[in-house]
């Protein structure tokens, strides 16, 4: 058993009751895409306690069975811990009932850090190179398509659209230059691939070069070599078992990355913390009804004559049919998250609201997590101390100052990055270790 923890956000003014729901649900949502199990598994609140603050269902505490989403105690739990920089122990408190506490949990739990903080997993977990590792992702597409039971090359040279169907676009939301998607069927459902292209490469224009890519066959044996396009990269939406999807970002030749060149796509919204597109998170935060509907304008619209235009209309199918299969991914997809995230966003029973009209919820808490600047009060509550007041007096203002906070005494703020980052301890762990707390980092 492991626990997730959002008591430092309910314990903090600054959150608003309204967000803890998206909290809980991103928590649901990114346990569950990192798992290959064919369960949607909630993890289970351990406080659900009346709120004191406004009278409704809280809780701040969250348990799950590893077992239940494949994940093994030593490899994925001790992969999240050696990044965790708010692993704190007990030994020096002055308290000893917290250090028998901790004692106690780690003989039952066989770990120094059984409990992690939601916030933290949610925004981190879920992005390379911790989503990679997490989910066990190939390091090639060709490899992740043989576990899937997806073969591309053959089914590009007699398509039916259950096996490949195509759309080409001239932009999309986070590309400027035109976009070519893919879909097949897979073992679990879809498997979708994106082609994306750099400014201004020659063989990038899609109504010329429609039949790509030209790497899809050894040297010498692409069928239509002439009408092939070159591309520089990709994004693969894949069906998990549960119904959710799994992503992978790859380069034009099909190696894994753990992020997309800024010059191909981007994020406006900066759900990484910048405008580049990271593995897993960004994708997460994108697709917001699992597949995005498109329209092609490359099956009417190629410049390519005889066989090789019968060939695209093989591959790019009227827009009946592949609407036909959004509409079944979108549906398994919207099922699954229904099931994940549903029972932490719906106010009521008998609420009416689909699920696709809340907010995408692991998108929303990375961008809380890693954009909002953290004032005293947020340090305080992060720290355990009740009164930002009582954290300055116990540390001071000279000891704020060597660890370069004492801005926070003028109403000012430090990053989240700043707060997390690994110098031996982290600042966080560094700060408590003035309140008597003990870091803990596993090796």
């Known amino acids: 058993?492991?626990?997730?923890?959002?008591?430092?956000?309910?314990?903090?003014?600054?959150?608003?009751?309204?967000?803890?729901?998206?909290?809980?649900?991103?928590?649901?949502?990114?346990?569950?895409?990192?798992?290959?199990?064919?369960?949607?598994?909630?993890?289970?609140?351990?406080?659900?306690?009346?709120?004191?603050?406004?009278?409704?269902?809280?809780?701040?505490?969250?348990?799950?069975?590893?077992?239940?989403?494949?994940?093994?105690?030593?490899?994925?739990?001790?992969?999240?811990?050696?990044?965790?920089?708010?692993?704190?122990?007990?030994?020096?408190?002055?308290?000893?009932?917290?250090?028998?506490?901790?004692?106690?949990?780690?003989?039952?739990?066989?770990?120094?850090?059984?409990?992690?903080?939601?916030?933290?997993?949610?925004?981190?977990?879920?992005?390379?190179?911790?989503?990679?590792?997490?989910?066990?992702?190939?390091?090639?597409?060709?490899?992740?398509?043989?576990?899937?039971?997806?073969?591309?090359?053959a089914a590009f040279r007699k398509p039916v659209p259950e096996r490949i169907s195509r759309a080409g676009f001239s932009r999309s939301g986070v590309s400027s230059q035109n976009r070519l998607v893919e879909r097949s069927d897979a073992s679990y459902g879809a498997y979708w691939k994106s082609y994306d292209f750099k400014p201004d490469t020659?063989?990038?224009?899609?109504?010329?070069?429609?039949?790509?890519?030209?790497?899809?066959?050894?040297?010498?044996?692409?069928?239509?070599?002439?009408?092939?396009?070159?591309?520089?990269?990709?994004?693969?939406?894949?069906?998990?078992?549960?119904?959710?999807?799994?992503?992978?970002?790859?380069?034009?030749?099909?190696?894994r990355i753990p992020e997309a060149p800024v010059d191909v796509v981007s994020d406006a919204l900066r759900t990484s913390g910048t405008p580049i597109i990271v593995n897993g998170l960004s994708c997460m935060a994108c697709h917001q009804r699992g597949i995005i509907d498109f329209q092609d304008t490359v099956r009417d619209g190629s410049a390519v004559f005889g066989d090789a235009e019968y060939h695209v209309k093989q591959l790019y199918p009227e827009r009946s049919q592949m609407k036909r299969l959004i509409n079944e991914d979108q549906e398994r997809f919207l099922a699954a998250l229904e099931k994940a995230t549903g029972p932490f966003l719906h106010s009521d029973s008998a609420t009416s609201e689909p699920i696709d009209s809340f907010p995408e919820p692991v998108g929303e808490v990375a961008r809380l997590h890693r954009l909002v600047q953290l004032d005293l009060q947020t340090i305080a509550c992060e720290l355990d101390v009740a009164d930002p007041q009582e954290l300055v007096t116990s540390v001071g203002g000279k000891t704020l100052k060597k660890l370069g906070l004492d801005s926070l005494l003028r109403d000012g703020t430090i990053s989240r990055a700043e707060w997390e980052a690994f110098a031996g301890p982290s600042l966080m762990q560094l700060l408590a270790r003035e309140l008597r707390y003990t870091p803990v980092r596993p090796l």
Do not use: C
């Open 1 to 153: 058993m492991r626990f997730f923890t959002l008591h430092h956000l309910y314990n903090n003014s600054n959150v608003l009751d309204e967000d803890l729901p998206v909290y809980r649900a991103a928590l649901s949502k990114s346990l569950n895409s990192l798992s290959w199990r064919p369960r949607i598994i909630l993890p289970i609140a351990l406080d659900p306690v009346l709120s004191g603050r406004t009278g409704e269902l809280h809780a701040t505490v969250f348990a799950i069975d590893l077992r239940d989403i494949n994940w093994d105690s030593g490899s994925q739990w001790g992969t999240l811990l050696k990044r965790y920089p708010y692993g704190l122990g007990f030994r020096s408190r002055p308290d000893s009932r917290l250090w028998k506490l901790n004692e106690e949990l780690w003989e039952l739990t066989g770990t120094q850090l059984p409990i992690i903080r939601a916030d933290w997993f949610v925004a981190t977990a879920s992005r390379a190179p911790l989503y990679d590792q997490l989910l066990g992702l190939p390091k090639t597409a060709l490899e992740l398509e043989k576990k899937l039971g997806v073969d591309l090359a």
């Open 202 to 255: 020659g063989r990038a224009r899609l109504t010329r070069f429609p039949l790509g890519p030209l790497n899809l066959f050894p040297t010498g044996q692409h069928p239509w070599p002439a009408q092939a396009f070159e591309h520089d990269g990709g994004e693969i939406a894949f069906s998990l078992p549960n119904g959710l999807q799994g992503y992978m970002l790859t380069d034009g030749h099909g190696m």
